[in-house]
């Protein structure tokens, strides 16, 4: 083969974080701020979608792609996060460049 570039697997599966942490924290935030406009009467109108929405977030969060792969360098082994939708990330440690394909952590070589 030539120079091209080539690909080694590593790193264990990433992990989703964001679906698990931040999701459920906006969706509090969510039917908080739901619940505090529907105690004004006409904020009702806006309160009650924001309860729904604070209750369904944390289901809909991994659906919409908002969550964070955490995983392990494949160079260094330090700890990497990453978007979902990034295709790929350069570790802040090794500043290495890190290809994300099916939540694994892959070497560019």
């Not at 599966?13 to 009467?41: N, Q, R, T």
């Amino acid at each position: 083969m030539g120079k091209g570039r080539s690909t080694e697997i590593r790193s264990a599966k990433g992990e989703g974080v964001v679906a698990e942490y931040l999701g459920l924290a906006i969706g509090v935030i969510f039917f908080g701020v739901g619940g505090i406009l529907c105690l004004s009467g006409i904020g009702a109108i806006i309160g009650i979608p924001l309860i729904v929405v604070g209750i369904l977030f944390p289901f809909l969060a991994p659906v919409l792609g908002l969550t964070i792969i955490k995983g392990q360098c494949p160079y260094c082994g330090s700890d990497v996060l990453i978007s979902s939708t990034q295709p790929e990330v350069t570790c802040l440690a090794c500043k290495k460049l890190i290809v994300i394909r099916n939540e694994e952590f892959l070497r560019v070589d």
